[in-house]
């Protein structure tokens, strides 16, 4: 092992630059400037480890990349993916969002953290291994999404047609970060995704606003529709939720981890004004509770002057952030029920998104060897999650074969992700590399 490391450190400035040239391509979800090119350059990465690499439209899809190498009886799969979001609010960046900048221990780059870092961080693994002399102790397949940000669309599609790629032992997910104890945070599933527009529309066109004595205004019924289903400490409204919301299989880890979630932290790092007067088990909340989240809301004339209307219609996105047994059907049905009992059943609801939750309760032999790995590269323990907050399309692709699943990522608590001055910092990408090598080398410990 030491003698990997050894090279990774030696390869330092050369993986600084790959990673560089990699981010330096747009690769914006839903924009083709950069995406073929970027396609390319991971192409070349991949077949220059030896890997034999196709790429995959579903319908008109960006291309999904497929690489294998290596051999043997076991399987690990890393999914992960190239595309980014897109860089506004521009004039807030402090350098080109894809400048690919290094300011001492620092990158800046669109996609740097979310997620090129973490896809270069497997490739680096598997070349400082493969220069080391050694083989790869098993096969290693990759799936690189070129549409996750925007919810991977295609991806239940992809994954019937190529069924066969996925039936793994072990597969590592795209996304983590280092906290700010310098501890790798590593998780075991995704939260799902519920995403809707939801619409009022009263009035074919905006009236003097004198008319508000006698005529409903689409933006209070909207705010009353909104304020119903949540209320101002955060608890769920909605029948028929709670039973959905189970505890999750006990890790001996994972109590001490949740109440170590400091607060202050985040509250100063992130200068986050007012959290939740959510007294007790505010980790748990934040880990295994759904959330019901306004992303925007629009109605009538919100510009500098004064203009008396009343607004003929008024609309808000909202998403739902979703936990094991709680599917985005199973809650639309009781939303809409919620609803139809409180007189706003007119409202029209769009679906946007949906995607499923999935967990894999992690075993014990996982879980130490985890832990030996971080004690290697990191010098401490991980901290353990049950899942990221976030959503993915994790079920998709490990729901039929229920391989063991552990994200890991190569960002910390200060990335920016999905933000202007989206950042990693070159430690993590080369202790991210170290603790990718050293999982590989050990699989047949847990695998
Ligand atoms: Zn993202």
Request: proline share 8%; aromatic share 16%; hydrophobic share 15%.
């Given at each position: 092992m030491e003698k990997v490391f050894k090279i990774i450190d030696e390869e330092r400035d050369y993986y600084i630059k790959s990673l560089i040239k990699l981010v330096r391509e747009p690769s914006i979800v839903?924009?083709?400037?950069g995406i073929s090119q970027t396609v390319k350059i991971l192409t070349k990465m991949l077949e220059d480890l030896g890997a034999y690499v196709t790429t995959e439209r579903v319908?008109?899809?960006n291309p999904y990349i497929i690489a294998k190498l290596g051999s043997g009886e076991k399987k690990i799969l890393f999914y992960s993916h190239y595309d980014v979001q897109p860089?506004?609010?521009?004039?807030?960046?402090?350098?080109?969002?894809?400048?690919g900048t290094t300011k001492e221990n620092l990158i800046f780059s669109r996609g740097v953290a979310d997620s090129k870092g973490t896809i270069y961080s497997r490739i680096a693994a598997i070349d400082a291994i493969l220069k080391s002399g050694r083989e790869l102790p098993c096969e290693i397949i990759f799936i690189l999404d070129g549409e996750e940000e925007i919810g991977s669309p295609t991806i239940g599609e992809f994954s019937r047609k190529f069924e066969d790629l996925l039936n793994v032992d072990l597969c590592i997910w795209e996304a983590g970060f280092v906290d700010y104890k310098d501890r790798p945070v590593l998780s075991f599933g995704m939260k799902g995704l519920l995403y809707l527009e939801l619409r009022c529309k009263l009035l074919p066109h905006d009236l003097h606003s004198s008319w508000a004595t006698i005529v409903e205004n689409p933006a209070w019924k909207l705010i009353h529709a909104l304020s119903s289903m949540r209320d101002r400490s955060g608890n769920i409204n909605i029948e028929g939720i709670k039973e959905y919301i189970k505890p999750l299989p006990d890790v001996e880890d994972w109590k001490k981890n949740l109440s170590d979630f400091d607060l202050s932290f985040y509250r100063e790092k992130l200068k986050i004004k007012e959290f939740l007067p959510i007294k007790e088990k505010i980790s748990e909340n934040h880990f295994l509770n759904p959330t019901f989240n306004i992303c925007g809301i629009h109605s009538g004339y919100t510009k500098n002057m004064v203009k008396t209307i009343l607004p003929h219609s008024a609309w808000a996105n909202m998403d739902f952030r979703l936990v094991p047994n709680l599917t985005p059907d199973i809650l639309l049905e009781k939303i809409k029920e919620h609803f139809k009992k409180k007189g706003f059943e007119d409202l029209e609801i769009n679906v946007k998104t949906k995607i499923e939750s999935f967990f894999s309760p992690p075993d014990e032999k996982l879980i130490t060897s985890l832990k030996k790995s971080s004690l290697r590269v990191f010098d401490r323990e991980p901290l353990f999650i049950p899942m990221l907050t976030g959503s993915g399309p994790m079920y998709s692709l490990?729901?039929?074969?229920?391989p063991k699943v552990v994200s890991h990522g190569i960002a910390y608590y200060n990335s920016h992700v999905h933000a202007p001055n989206e950042n990693i910092r070159i430690s993590d990408l080369l202790n991210g590399i170290k603790f990718i090598v050293d999982v590989i080398l050990n699989c047949e410990d847990f695998i």
């Open positions: 839903g924009n083709s400037y319908g008109n899809s860089i506004q609010p521009i004039d807030e960046w402090e350098c080109g969002p894809f400048s490990c729901s039929k074969y229920n």
